[in-house]
Protein backbone atom coordinates (compact mmCIF):
# COMPACT_ATOMS: atom_id res chain seq x y z
CA UNK A 1 0.00 0.00 0.00
CA UNK A 2 1.26 3.34 -1.26
CA UNK A 3 2.02 5.93 1.55
CA UNK A 4 0.06 8.36 3.16
CA UNK A 5 2.07 10.73 1.10
CA UNK A 6 2.22 9.49 -1.57
CA UNK A 7 -1.61 9.52 -1.73
CA UNK A 8 -1.97 12.73 -0.89
CA UNK A 9 0.99 13.91 -3.87
CA UNK A 10 -1.22 12.03 -6.00
CA UNK A 11 -4.66 13.35 -5.61
CA UNK A 12 -2.08 16.86 -5.31
CA UNK A 13 -0.78 16.18 -8.85
CA UNK A 14 -4.89 15.82 -10.06
CA UNK A 15 -5.62 18.70 -8.46
CA UNK A 16 -3.24 20.83 -9.71
CA UNK A 17 -3.84 19.34 -13.31
CA UNK A 18 -7.39 20.52 -14.37
CA UNK A 19 -6.57 23.94 -13.72
CA UNK A 20 -3.39 24.01 -15.31
CA UNK A 21 -5.46 22.98 -18.68
CA UNK A 22 -8.09 25.16 -18.23
CA UNK A 23 -6.08 28.02 -17.89
CA UNK A 24 -4.03 26.77 -20.91
CA UNK A 25 -7.41 26.35 -23.15
CA UNK A 26 -8.21 29.82 -22.18
CA UNK A 27 -4.92 31.81 -23.20
CA UNK A 28 -5.47 29.61 -26.44
CA UNK A 29 -8.71 30.97 -26.85
CA UNK A 30 -7.51 34.85 -27.59
CA UNK A 31 -5.08 33.67 -29.69
CA UNK A 32 -7.09 33.24 -33.05
CA UNK A 33 -7.13 36.12 -35.93
CA UNK A 34 -8.31 39.56 -34.91
CA UNK A 35 -9.66 41.89 -36.57
CA UNK A 36 -7.58 44.86 -36.66
CA UNK A 37 -9.45 48.56 -36.14
CA UNK A 38 -9.87 50.64 -39.27
CA UNK A 39 -6.93 52.73 -40.19
CA UNK A 40 -6.94 56.31 -40.53
CA UNK A 41 -7.71 57.69 -43.43
CA UNK A 42 -4.46 59.05 -45.32
CA UNK A 43 -4.37 62.96 -45.00
CA UNK A 44 -6.96 65.37 -46.90
CA UNK A 45 -5.86 67.52 -49.68
CA UNK A 46 -7.48 70.63 -50.84
CA UNK A 47 -9.83 69.28 -53.16
CA UNK A 48 -11.20 66.17 -50.70
CA UNK A 49 -11.99 69.50 -48.74
CA UNK A 50 -13.60 72.13 -50.88
CA UNK A 51 -17.05 71.21 -51.35
CA UNK A 52 -20.58 72.09 -49.21
CA UNK A 53 -20.99 71.73 -45.19
CA UNK A 54 -23.43 71.72 -42.91
CA UNK A 55 -24.21 71.98 -39.35
CA UNK A 56 -25.55 69.51 -37.48
CA UNK A 57 -29.34 68.86 -38.08
CA UNK A 58 -29.55 71.31 -34.72
CA UNK A 59 -28.33 74.41 -36.77
CA UNK A 60 -31.18 74.00 -39.94
CA UNK A 61 -29.35 76.46 -42.44
CA UNK A 62 -26.02 76.55 -41.39
CA UNK A 63 -23.58 76.02 -44.14
CA UNK A 64 -19.89 76.57 -45.34
CA UNK A 65 -19.34 76.22 -48.88
CA UNK A 66 -15.46 75.85 -49.36
CA UNK A 67 -14.63 76.39 -53.22
CA UNK A 68 -12.00 74.72 -55.11
CA UNK A 69 -10.55 78.72 -56.13
CA UNK A 70 -9.85 78.97 -52.65
CA UNK A 71 -12.89 80.78 -51.28
CA UNK A 72 -15.23 80.54 -49.06
CA UNK A 73 -19.11 81.62 -48.80
CA UNK A 74 -21.04 81.15 -45.02
CA UNK A 75 -24.96 81.24 -45.29
CA UNK A 76 -26.95 80.83 -41.93
CA UNK A 77 -24.23 80.97 -38.85
CA UNK A 78 -25.20 80.03 -35.59
CA UNK A 79 -24.55 81.60 -32.64
CA UNK A 80 -21.91 79.59 -31.04
CA UNK A 81 -20.17 79.90 -34.77
CA UNK A 82 -20.35 84.12 -34.24
CA UNK A 83 -19.08 83.51 -30.61
CA UNK A 84 -15.74 81.42 -31.64
CA UNK A 85 -15.05 83.58 -34.68
CA UNK A 86 -15.91 86.76 -32.79
CA UNK A 87 -14.45 86.04 -29.23
CA UNK A 88 -10.84 88.24 -28.07
CA UNK A 89 -9.69 88.37 -25.00
CA UNK A 90 -12.18 91.17 -22.94
CA UNK A 91 -14.72 90.85 -25.62
CA UNK A 92 -17.66 89.45 -23.37
CA UNK A 93 -21.56 89.16 -23.45
CA UNK A 94 -21.75 90.01 -27.13
CA UNK A 95 -19.49 93.44 -27.17
CA UNK A 96 -18.41 93.46 -30.81
CA UNK A 97 -22.14 92.07 -32.35
CA UNK A 98 -23.25 95.41 -30.21
CA UNK A 99 -21.00 97.80 -31.08
CA UNK A 100 -19.33 96.71 -34.60
CA UNK A 101 -22.75 94.66 -35.93
CA UNK A 102 -25.35 96.97 -34.38
CA UNK A 103 -26.84 94.40 -32.27
CA UNK A 104 -27.73 91.71 -34.82
CA UNK A 105 -25.89 88.95 -34.99
CA UNK A 106 -23.75 88.41 -38.44
CA UNK A 107 -25.02 85.02 -40.30
CA UNK A 108 -23.22 85.36 -43.60
CA UNK A 109 -19.51 86.12 -44.27
CA UNK A 110 -16.33 85.57 -47.24
CA UNK A 111 -13.17 85.23 -47.20
CA UNK A 112 -10.42 82.61 -48.21
CA UNK A 113 -9.67 79.50 -46.90
CA UNK A 114 -7.01 77.50 -46.64
CA UNK A 115 -6.16 73.44 -45.72
CA UNK A 116 -3.08 73.27 -42.59
CA UNK A 117 -1.54 70.03 -42.09
CA UNK A 118 -0.66 69.97 -38.75
CA UNK A 119 1.26 67.23 -36.83
CA UNK A 120 -1.93 65.03 -35.06
CA UNK A 121 -4.51 66.05 -37.46
CA UNK A 122 -5.68 68.81 -40.49
CA UNK A 123 -6.54 72.23 -39.59
CA UNK A 124 -8.96 73.81 -42.54
CA UNK A 125 -8.11 77.65 -41.87
CA UNK A 126 -11.27 80.36 -42.76
CA UNK A 127 -9.86 83.44 -43.03
CA UNK A 128 -12.98 85.79 -43.09
CA UNK A 129 -12.75 89.56 -44.90
CA UNK A 130 -16.75 90.05 -45.00
CA UNK A 131 -18.86 89.14 -42.26
CA UNK A 132 -22.64 90.85 -43.22
CA UNK A 133 -21.18 92.65 -45.83
CA UNK A 134 -18.71 94.42 -43.36
CA UNK A 135 -15.28 94.15 -43.63
CA UNK A 136 -13.58 92.03 -40.71
CA UNK A 137 -9.96 90.33 -40.02
CA UNK A 138 -11.20 87.22 -38.26
CA UNK A 139 -10.56 83.40 -38.54
CA UNK A 140 -11.75 80.50 -37.44
CA UNK A 141 -10.09 77.39 -37.28
CA UNK A 142 -11.72 74.20 -38.04
CA UNK A 143 -10.36 70.54 -37.12
CA UNK A 144 -10.54 67.56 -39.53
CA UNK A 145 -12.00 64.29 -38.34
CA UNK A 146 -13.59 61.04 -39.48
CA UNK A 147 -16.47 59.47 -38.36
CA UNK A 148 -16.66 55.61 -40.40
CA UNK A 149 -15.80 56.70 -43.43
CA UNK A 150 -17.08 60.25 -43.79
CA UNK A 151 -15.10 63.48 -42.65
CA UNK A 152 -15.97 65.91 -40.73
CA UNK A 153 -14.81 69.80 -39.40
CA UNK A 154 -15.57 71.00 -36.05
CA UNK A 155 -14.10 73.44 -33.57
CA UNK A 156 -14.78 72.40 -29.55
CA UNK A 157 -17.08 74.55 -27.86
CA UNK A 158 -15.20 75.66 -24.51
CA UNK A 159 -13.15 73.86 -23.17
CA UNK A 160 -12.01 71.47 -25.32
CA UNK A 161 -11.87 68.60 -22.61
CA UNK A 162 -15.26 68.66 -21.86
CA UNK A 163 -15.65 67.38 -25.91
CA UNK A 164 -18.51 69.35 -26.73
CA UNK A 165 -17.80 70.24 -30.11
CA UNK A 166 -19.41 72.31 -32.90
CA UNK A 167 -19.41 69.91 -36.22
CA UNK A 168 -19.95 70.36 -39.53
CA UNK A 169 -20.97 67.46 -41.93
CA UNK A 170 -20.19 67.17 -46.21
CA UNK A 171 -23.47 68.09 -47.81
CA UNK A 172 -22.75 68.09 -51.62
CA UNK A 173 -20.58 70.50 -53.89
CA UNK A 174 -19.94 74.06 -53.62
Avoid: I
Amino acid sequence: MPSRNARLAGRGGLWLTGPVLLAAALGLAGCGPTTAPDPAPPPPTAADMAGGWCGDPGEPGERVSLRSDGTFLVEGLSEEVTDELLARSGYVDGYRVKTEFGGVRPTTGAGTWRLYDAPSYAVVRLEFEQLARRAVDDGLSLKVDHEGGDRLLFFYVGDADSGDRHVFRSCGSA
